[in-house]
Nanobody, 128 residues
Framework: QVPLLESGGGSVEAGGSLVLSCAAS????????LAWFRQAPGKEREGVAA?????????YYADSVKGRFTLSPDGARNTFFLQMDSLNTEASAMYYC????????????????????WGQGTQVTVSS
């Protein structure tokens, strides 16, 4: 497992934007899947977006963020970003980046147990 380092969280008003970054802190590895999850107080961790480098090369989004969030990988540096636009108060949560080295099909991207490397989390707060 390689620690992931997140940055970019913060507070923003509804309708605003934030960009989260996630970087592998040490070794350069080939990941099957890079993803962002979030967890709000009292709720389960949920998948936000995922990019498959091996399975099908596609990016997937939760229905709640489609058209507003964009996941962008930078394979050369094992870094990836989450551009979040048109934020609403429901987006307030702790955001975690995750990476999976083992292969799995894209249909399982929201299953948190498939990922073996996680960041420490970065807080996003959206005020009305």
């Amino acid at each position: 497992q390689v620690p992931l380092l997140e940055s970019g969280g913060g507070s923003v008003e509804a309708g605003g934007s934030l960009v989260l970054s996630c970087a592998a802190s040490r070794y350069r590895r080939r990941y099957n899947c890079l993803a962002w999850f979030r967890q709000a107080p009292g709720k389960e961790r949920e998948g936000v977006a995922a990019f498959f480098t091996c399975a099908d090369g596609k990016t997937y989004y939760a229905d709640s963020v489609k058209g507003r969030f964009t996941l962008s990988p930078d394979g050369a540096r094992n870094t990836f970003f989450l551009q979040m636009d048109s934020l609403n108060t429901e987006a307030s949560a702790m955001y975690y980046c995750a990476a999976a080295e083992e292969y799995f099909k894209s249909g399982y991207w929201m299953h948190a147990h498939r990922y073996d490397s996680w960041g420490q989390g970065t807080q996003v707060t959206v005020s009305s």
